[in-house]
């Protein structure tokens, strides 16, 4: 029986050491569901001095999610290493991945810990920005609406098509939001019609620039709706908004290696 047992004690000892050895250890797929979003990390490779894998980031919300992935942590043989990653934008309903990784020396792991945090969801604040209409052909080019800035930078208006291209700028200390989808435009008849240009919103931090447009073809109602001959009054209702940032809590995942599928990956 001692015999026995000392033969599994150096089996064990001895795949331990070989795998150790080899380039590469590998660890089971984990998910978890919050209120916010689902995660999935996946592809999970360990080396003597990196560990990565695949972060899949799923927003279940309306709201657009913040991934700031230099605030999460790795715990690896009592070490703490901190990724240094980009930012990530994750829009309503949408999947966003990316890699992660801790870099090391001496990183020959069969277990970890993960402290997934950075993430935000944005707000968005009560206050409704007015603007007033702006005349096409335009009075001025310029125009403030709060705390953006937007210049008209060209523009088209045939009987067939109009087109127009702004310039935003966000001035403020939040998140500023646009909704170019929003626009519409009031025609002599009396009604307004929509934004032909089809555009998801455009997220602005502090400072930040971006460009929209605003497109319309032909009118109905003959010579009285001609974009070529009359004055066209562009709306701007509820297309400039701001949000501010709310953390959302962290979650921590353990890993452990798989030892068969490490053994059959590196075989």
């Known amino acids: 029986m001692r015999f026995i047992n000392y033969y599994l004690a150096l089996t064990t000892f001895l795949i331990t050491m070989s795998v150790t050895a080899q380039e590469k250890v590998y660890?089971?797929?984990q998910k978890q569901t919050t209120d916010f979003y689902k995660v999935e990390i996946s592809n999970i490779v360990g080396r003597s001095n990196e560990v990565k894998f695949k972060l899949e980031i799923e927003n279940t919300t309306s709201d657009y999610l913040l991934?700031?992935?230099s605030k999460c942590m790795f715990e690896i043989n009592g070490s703490k290493i901190t990724p240094n990653d980009k930012f990530l934008v994750?829009?309503?309903?949408k999947k966003k991945s990316k890699t992660i990784s801790a870099l090391g020396?001496?990183?020959n792991v069969h277990s970890f810990n993960f402290k997934l945090d950075g993430?935000?969801?944005i707000v968005y604040l009560d206050e409704i920005i007015k603007v007033d209409q702006f005349n096409l052909p335009p009075n001025t080019n310029d125009f403030v609406?709060?705390?953006f800035e937007v210049s008209l930078k060209s523009f088209k208006k045939e009987t067939n098509a109009s087109s127009s291209k702004f310039d935003v700028q966000y001035k403020g200390e939040k998140i500023g939001f646009v909704f170019p989808s929003k626009i519409t435009v009031s025609m002599p008849d009396g009604n307004e019609y929509a934004n032909a240009k089809k555009a998801d919103p455009i997220l602005l931090f502090p400072g930040e620039k971006s460009s929209f447009n605003a497109n319309w073809g032909r009118m109905p109602?003959?010579?009285i709706n001609d974009m070529q001959k009359v004055q066209m009054k562009i709306n701007f209702t509820d297309v400039f908004r701001e949000?501010?940032?709310?953390?959302?809590?962290e979650q921590q995942f353990s890993f452990v290696w798989d030892e068969a599928l490490t053994i059959e990956k590196n075989k």
Do not use: C, H, M
């Open 105 to 107: 020396s001496g990183l």
């Open 119 to 121: 993430l935000q969801r």
């Open 67 to 69: 991934f700031d992935a």
């Open 145 to 147: 609406a709060n705390k």
């Open 27 to 29: 660890f089971p797929t």
């Open 243 to 249: 949000g501010k940032a709310v953390n959302i809590p």
């Open 221 to 223: 109602g003959g010579s």
């Open 90 to 93: 994750i829009e309503p309903y």
